[in-house]
């Protein structure tokens, strides 16, 4: 009431002296302002202006600046963390291979581009946990607690997925070898090798995908015929299932869309590179395209597929439960296929993809933080999850270096074809300039 300072008194005091009430309204307050933090005011104005103006043209966003703050803050000694309290590593939720092997991707990509000391330091870490999950069958696990052991949980998933995660990063420390020091190729070259056996035997969908671009990263460098033998035979699992479910209206693997889509098209494309068998390049295209009708919207925006509800062939897509995991995994393969066929398509939707962290969304909101450089855990309906976690951070790094470099071509490449291609420019530039 007016005019009443003991009410005011005992409102403090109340507050001051109880911890989980004041913590409680602090987060209530940070939550409900997120909407007018200024990127999100200059997205509403920009969004105002343009329907305003009737403008035809789309708003151009601008690549943020490179930022491995929060990474940094995610990661001890051991490896990166699975979970964050808003900003705030939540050390409780323990470590999973499946970030950690995202996290060892997105380093190497980082160190090609920068040379940054830092990431060299956090590369080597990621990859000793991924060693660490490792068993003697070749096989890995999953979940680790805080205290370095592996959980029950283990023991009541499915843990393909992650395994073949696994593979791919290892593949990835090992085609990076003229650039990374030997004593790590070695130990992931090794790694990989008792991981072969397992490969041979998995039967997921995903799983399989997961694993034929760790194959052909390994390819890459060893060009070893086992290898190759079994990326063909993990394709023919794939393509087995493509015909057995693809018709005219719903060219694709599985009766539904689930999560990590178009890791299944970007296979098929990498197993097509290293086979030439063109039955592999007409599925990759045929599913992908098939993909991406339900992924992009009018206004050319994306719209991944729901966590909380996959759509079903023939059933209505649900909204929110959008995740950065989704729109990264869609850029990657989308820059596979723009520097496989070279249709500029992919390359313009690629770059709209990327919008979507920037605010190009259906609630017109960020879902990068440039303070922390960590990214929010998903779009809901009506809300962006504020919290930080492993996975949408390490996917948001991710798609930020594939992102730079294909704006950098499509910024410097008539140029550089003008000087004869003698005009260089490093990567470490590249990835740090801003491209409206």
């Given at each position: 009431d007016f005019?009443?300072?003991?009410?005011i008194a005992?409102?403090a005091i109340?507050i001051l002296s109880?911890?989980?009430?004041?913590q409680?309204?602090?987060?209530?307050a940070y939550?409900?302002?997120?909407n007018?933090?200024?990127q999100?005011?200059?997205?509403?104005y920009?969004?105002l202006f343009?329907?305003?103006?009737?403008s035809?043209?789309?708003l151009?966003?601008?690549l943020?600046p490179?930022n491995?703050?929060h990474i940094?803050?995610?990661?001890t000694?051991?490896?990166i963390?699975?979970f964050?309290d808003?900003?705030?590593?939540?050390l409780d939720?323990?470590y999973?291979?499946?970030?950690n092997?995202?996290?060892?991707?997105?380093?190497?990509?980082?160190y090609e581009a920068?040379?940054d000391p830092?990431?060299l330091?956090?590369?080597?870490a990621?990859?000793n946990f991924v060693?660490?999950c490792?068993?003697?069958d070749g096989n890995?696990?999953?979940?680790?607690?805080?205290h370095?052991?592996f959980?029950?949980?283990?023991?009541?998933?499915?843990?393909?997925d992650a395994a073949?995660?696994?593979?791919w990063?290892?593949?990835?420390v090992?085609s990076y070898?003229?650039?990374l020091?030997?004593?790590l190729?070695?130990?992931?070259?090794?790694?990989f090798?008792?991981?072969l056996?397992v490969?041979?035997?998995?039967?997921s969908?995903?799983a399989?995908?997961?694993a034929?671009?760790g194959?052909y990263?390994?390819d890459?460098?060893e060009q070893?015929?086992v290898v190759?033998?079994i990326?063909?035979?993990?394709?023919?699992g794939?393509l087995?299932?493509y015909?057995?479910?693809?018709?005219?209206e719903?060219?694709w693997?599985?009766?539904?869309?689930?999560y990590a889509?178009s890791?299944l098209?970007?296979a098929?494309l990498?197993?097509y590179?290293?086979?030439?068998?063109?039955e592999?390049?007409k599925?990759?295209?045929?599913?992908?395209d098939f993909?991406?009708?339900?992924l992009?919207?009018?206004?050319y925006?994306i719209?991944v597929?729901?966590?909380?509800g996959w759509?079903l062939?023939?059933?209505s897509?649900?909204?929110g439960?959008?995740?950065?995991i989704?729109v990264c995994y869609t850029?990657?393969a989308?820059?596979?296929?723009?520097e496989t066929?070279g249709?500029?398509?992919?390359?313009?939707?690629l770059?709209a993809?990327?919008?979507w962290y920037?605010?190009?969304?259906?609630l017109?909101?960020?879902i990068y933080n440039?303070v922390?450089?960590g990214?929010f855990?998903?779009?809901?309906?009506d809300h962006?999850?504020?919290?930080?976690?492993a996975?949408?951070?390490v996917?948001?790094?991710?798609a930020?270096l594939?992102?730079?470099?294909?704006?950098?071509?499509?910024?410097?490449?008539?140029?550089?074809?003008?000087?004869g291609?003698e005009y260089s420019i490093?990567?470490?530039?590249?990835?740090?300039?801003?491209v409206?």
């Amino acid at each position: 009431d007016f005019n009443k300072p003991d009410q005011i008194a005992e409102a403090a005091i109340s507050i001051l002296s109880d911890d989980k009430l004041r913590q409680q309204m602090s987060q209530n307050a940070y939550y409900h302002t997120r909407n007018a933090i200024w990127q999100n005011v200059a997205v509403a104005y920009a969004q105002l202006f343009h329907r305003v103006t009737g403008s035809a043209a789309a708003l151009q966003y601008s690549l943020p600046p490179l930022n491995l703050a929060h990474i940094q803050k995610l990661t001890t000694s051991f490896g990166i963390i699975q979970f964050s309290d808003f900003g705030i590593p939540d050390l409780d939720s323990g470590y999973t291979l499946d970030d950690n092997a995202r996290a060892l991707i997105a380093m190497c990509m980082y160190y090609e581009a920068t040379r940054d000391p830092r990431s060299l330091k956090l590369l080597e870490a990621y990859l000793n946990f991924v060693i660490h999950c490792q068993q003697p069958d070749g096989n890995f696990l999953n979940y680790v607690d805080q205290h370095k052991h592996f959980t029950p949980q283990n023991q009541e998933v499915n843990l393909e997925d992650a395994a073949m995660r696994a593979v791919w990063a290892l593949g990835t420390v090992i085609s990076y070898h003229k650039l990374l020091p030997a004593r790590l190729v070695l130990k992931a070259k090794h790694s990989f090798r008792q991981s072969l056996e397992v490969v041979r035997t998995i039967d997921s969908p995903r799983a399989r995908a997961f694993a034929i671009k760790g194959l052909y990263c390994y390819d890459r460098v060893e060009q070893d015929l086992v290898v190759r033998q079994i990326l063909d035979d993990l394709a023919k699992g794939l393509l087995d299932k493509y015909n057995s479910v693809a018709t005219p209206e719903w060219r694709w693997f599985e009766e539904y869309l689930t999560y990590a889509n178009s890791v299944l098209s970007e296979a098929m494309l990498y197993a097509y590179l290293v086979t030439g068998k063109r039955e592999y390049r007409k599925t990759a295209k045929q599913s992908f395209d098939f993909l991406l009708r339900y992924l992009f919207l009018e206004d050319y925006r994306i719209k991944v597929i729901s966590n909380k509800g996959w759509l079903l062939k023939g059933a209505s897509r649900q909204d929110g439960g959008e995740q950065s995991i989704d729109v990264c995994y869609t850029i990657t393969a989308l820059s596979l296929f723009y520097e496989t066929t070279g249709k500029p398509a992919y390359r313009e939707k690629l770059n709209a993809a990327f919008s979507w962290y920037l605010g190009n969304n259906h609630l017109n909101q960020i879902i990068y933080n440039p303070v922390t450089g960590g990214c929010f855990d998903g779009l809901e309906e009506d809300h962006v999850n504020q919290n930080q976690g492993a996975e949408s951070t390490v996917c948001y790094l991710i798609a930020r270096l594939q992102v730079a470099l294909q704006q950098w071509e499509q910024t410097y490449t008539p140029y550089s074809i003008m000087v004869g291609r003698e005009y260089s420019i490093t990567r470490k530039n590249v990835v740090n300039q801003s491209v409206a």
